[in-house]
């Protein structure tokens, strides 16, 4: 069993920076796949970013490639959701997510996930 605890959410204008975290627990961290999806009202749940640190494969949806980082801290069990530049499209309720099927390119099926932290995008 594994456990996220997101946090960094909040508002920010178009064209700011954000940086969300997820604390995972409950299992060796460092084997991990871990990700983020995010879902907008109204829309499906999407893959953002996700990694597989002991393959070393990371991979971007294309709407934020170039715009959004993510990393991860096996010290600290913890993995990060860097987005600068953010859009009024961003916004939504971003969730972290670990474990599952990860195909190393834009399919990602999660085992795990936390419970959401909500990215607000003014103009």
């Known amino acids: 069993q594994v456990q996220l605890v997101e946090s960094g959410g909040g508002l920010v204008q178009a064209g700011g920076s954000l940086r969300l975290s997820c604390v995972a627990s409950?299992?060796?961290?460092?084997?991990?796949?871990m990700g983020w999806f995010r879902q907008a009202p109204g829309k499906e749940r999407d893959l953002v970013a996700a990694?597989?640190?002991?393959?070393?494969?990371?991979s971007y949806a294309d709407s934020v490639k170039g715009r959004f980082t993510i990393s991860r801290d096996n010290a600290t069990n913890t993995v990060y959701l860097q987005m600068n530049t953010l859009k009024l499209e961003d916004a939504a309720v971003y969730y972290c997510?670990?474990?599952?099927?990860?195909?190393?390119?834009?399919?990602?099926?999660?085992?795990?996930w936390g419970q959401g932290t909500q990215v607000t995008v003014s103009s």
């Open positions: 990694i597989n640190w002991s393959r070393g494969i990371i």
């Open positions: 997510a670990a474990d599952g099927a990860f195909d190393g390119g834009s399919s990602y099926y999660p085992e795990y």
């Open positions: 409950g299992r060796t961290f460092r084997r991990l796949v």
